[in-house]
């Protein structure tokens, strides 16, 4: 919120909007790296059921088609009917209104489940992208700002993405007590 009343990248912002950018940047980073760790183990989970699905899937796909080249029925029943579809009939063209551009080859249907579990698959590791980008975003503004943030660490310690929640805090405070300090004296 505070971020959207000032921009740090405006030609008018002031060291002081810079640092408090950084500041905010290295919370976020922090925050999304711990959301990924809260959910790791759900992670892995999800990608090797992925991983298996997707091996197993790979080696049916190998399987002959009972499609030929031409997208029509070589003869083969389909899994759901004993009989094959003749040649010509709605059966074997599918119901697809332009059934003649697609092959039944380039049709994938991927069950729900797995469909579920790779939407939350992403979503978890969305957060490790979060993450790095927000503290390369941070990174760049310290660099902008190297004495105030050499002076913060020196005094508190690094902020590292390892870093204890209640570091985080301490660092923060700290640099905030000096930005509200350097408003009042300009």
Known sequence: YAMRLKTHSSPNATPEDKQLAALCYRCLALL???MFRLKRDHAVKYSKALIDYFKNSSKAAQA???????????GTPSP????????GSVGSQGSLSNASALSPSTIVSIPQRIHQMAANHVSITNSILHSYDYWEMADNLAKENREFFNDLDLLMGPVTLH????????????????????????
């Not at 870093?163 to 300009?186: C, D, I, K, P, T």
């Open 64 to 74: 002959p088609s009972p499609w030929g080249a031409s997208g029509k029925s070589t």
């Open 32 to 34: 999304y790296w711990r």
């Open 80 to 87: 759901m009917s004993p009989n094959p579809s003749p040649t």
């Open 163 to 186: 870093s204890s929640m209640e570091h985080l805090v301490q660092y923060s405070q700290q640099g905030l007590h000096w930005l509200r300090n350097s408003a009042h004296l300009a």
